[in-house]
């Protein structure tokens, strides 16, 4: 069975500029979660997302949305770019919203 | 505030030996428990969990121990190989919410 899959893997935006990642989950996982990561740091929550409605926030700006499609995959969303979003965004998905499995990531690089 | 915190920031191994890796957690309301590998590059991946009812749980060649009388969470791991060279996380788990909280991380280096 394929695993969580995020697409793209890397990309460079300017300050500035909006991006739209893209979340794959394991196949029968209805809940999906994303993360934001720096360097040397655990995981952050953004959003759950579970059967398309939003089970949680975290505390980031209103620059951050996301969605849930009627197939369980899920967009994330950032506006108004900042050198500061430059992380790597991943993405997490399961049956029942605690046991996580995660996806590879997305490097985004903000300049 | 709450918070999930490691005590090591970097563990060093000989292949062979036996690892732990320790986390302490300071939300007494947290139930569930879950250590995640992450290699370099690459998402966190899922090692093993534990919930606040039990006191051990064993994998293959790991193995969670979770003492709530002082808020503490260890992985151990048996043979560590170099494979086994990565950072490690734990993550907290409030009851009632599926919203984890993760530690800093522990490197931990394996030496051949």
């Known amino acids: 069975d394929a695993g969580v899959t995020q697409s793209p893997t890397h990309l460079i935006k300017t300050r500035g500029q909006q991006v739209t990642l893209r979340c794959s989950p394991i196949?029968?996982?209805?809940?999906v979660s994303w993360y934001q990561q720096v360097l040397g740091q655990g995981p952050q929550f953004i959003f759950q997302?579970?059967?398309?409605?939003?089970?949680g926030r975290g505390n980031f700006p209103d620059r951050f949305s996301a969605r849930q499609f009627p197939n369980y995959s899920s967009e994330l969303n950032v506006n108004a770019l900042l050198l500061g979003d430059s992380a790597l965004y991943l993405c997490a998905s399961s049956l029942t919203g605690q046991e996580q499995y995660f996806g590879p990531g997305t490097r985004l690089t903000v300049t | 505030g709450e918070s999930v915190g490691l005590h090591l920031p970097t563990l060093s191994v000989q292949e062979g030996d036996n690892s732990i890796i320790n986390c302490a957690y300071s939300?007494?309301?947290?139930?569930?428990f879950i250590w995640y590998k992450q290699e370099s590059g690459k998402g966190p991946q899922f090692i093993i969990d534990i919930r606040s009812n039990m006191d051990k749980r064993q994998g293959q060649r790991v193995t969670v121990l979770l003492n709530k009388t002082v808020k503490h969470l260890s992985l151990q791991i048996a043979a560590t190989q170099p494979g086994d060279s990565a950072v490690y996380f734990c993550?907290?788990?409030?009851?009632?919410?599926?919203?984890?909280?993760f530690g800093r991380g522990t490197s931990l280096i394996v030496h051949p």
């Open positions: 993550a907290e788990t409030p009851g009632g919410s599926y919203i984890p909280t």
């Open positions: 196949s029968g996982h209805k809940s």
């Open positions: 939300n007494s309301a947290s139930d569930y």
């Open positions: 997302y579970y059967e398309k409605e939003e089970r």
